[in-house]
């Protein structure tokens, strides 16, 4: 028997006490869903220089996404974008909806190209409102 596991099966009365969370927390999809971190963050988040930046950049990555409170406060962060999107996109179909009211509740739209205008026309309109509104907005600095 190996003395790795010797140490395991003899000391693990002590062993156990010992661990932060309990063993059930240790399971193989756990595991399974790190792996598909390492293999996103060794893709788009690490310098491809040399093999040494590369894994002490996984590593430092992989320390911050297990950190509790900064992955909560990340996953808060990323809800809020998403709702954000959500309600932009809602303004949108809101503007799109008016916009085919005032032509009588149908759009009667002959071509593509007159299609195409109409589209980019009310997508012009949503851009240069979400401007004046940055524009306005306090992370905005003229400098």
């Given at each position: 028997m190996p003395v790795s596991m010797?140490?395991?099966?003899?000391?693990?009365?002590?062993?156990?006490?010992?661990?932060d969370l309990p063993i059930g927390f240790f399971s193989g999809e756990a595991l399974e869903?790190?792996?598909?971190?390492?293999?996103?963050?060794?893709?788009?988040?690490?310098?491809?220089i040399n093999?040494?930046?590369?894994?002490?950049?996984?590593?430092?990555r992989l320390l911050v996404t297990s950190e509790?409170?900064?992955?909560?406060?990340c996953r808060s962060f990323h809800q809020d974008i998403?709702?954000?999107?959500d309600e932009e996109e809602d303004e949108i179909e809101e503007e799109i909806e008016k916009s085919v009211d005032i032509n009588n509740n149908e759009?009667?739209?002959?071509?593509?190209?007159?299609?195409?205008?109409?589209?980019?026309?009310?997508?012009l309109k949503a851009e240069?409102?979400?401007?004046s509104d940055i524009a306005?907005?306090?992370f905005y600095d003229d400098n």
């Open positions: 010797h140490k395991l099966l003899v000391h693990s009365s002590q062993i156990i006490p010992n661990f869903a790190r792996n598909k971190d390492n293999k996103y963050i060794r893709l788009f988040h690490t310098r491809k093999r040494v930046t590369t894994i002490t950049d996984q590593f430092n509790f409170n900064i992955s909560t406060v998403a709702e954000s999107e759009m009667e739209i002959d071509d593509d190209e007159t299609d195409k205008h109409h589209v980019f026309e009310i997508l240069t409102i979400i401007i306005n907005s306090d």
